[in-house]
């Protein structure tokens, strides 16, 4: 697991990473409340999701073997973590909501056109 200082520079690294991914959060939010997300966002979002699960684990294992000094930032990289995650989540949830009502759309303008006349 490394030094005390190899774990400090490790979740300053990740709180980085936090800090970073909830700037994307913000601009994903707006731009999901009118349209739905391109896959290469949903993509990034599940690289999210994926990096905020690793991290928790990895700062739970340095929660046990480290030394008092450092109990505080671990609790708070934890807590982003938790954070970014559950925001990640919800928008991957608004997302997918987007898009049934995209394919629902979509279906009432081909019943709409098929339900026409034609001479």
Sequence with gaps: MGSDKERNTALDTMLGQIARCKGRLDSWEQEVKSKVLSDDATGEI??????????HNIVRLYSYQSAP????????TLSGLDGIES??????????EKKRE????????????????RP
């Design 46 to 55: 599940q690289r999210w999701i994926n990096y905020a699960w690793e991290g």
């Design 69 to 76: 000094n450092l109990q505080g930032k671990i609790s708070h």
């Design 87 to 96: 925001r990640l989540r919800r928008l991957e949830r608004k997302n997918e």
């Design 102 to 117: 995209k394919q629902k759309e979509k279906g009432k303008e081909s019943k709409g056109k098929s339900k026409r006349h």
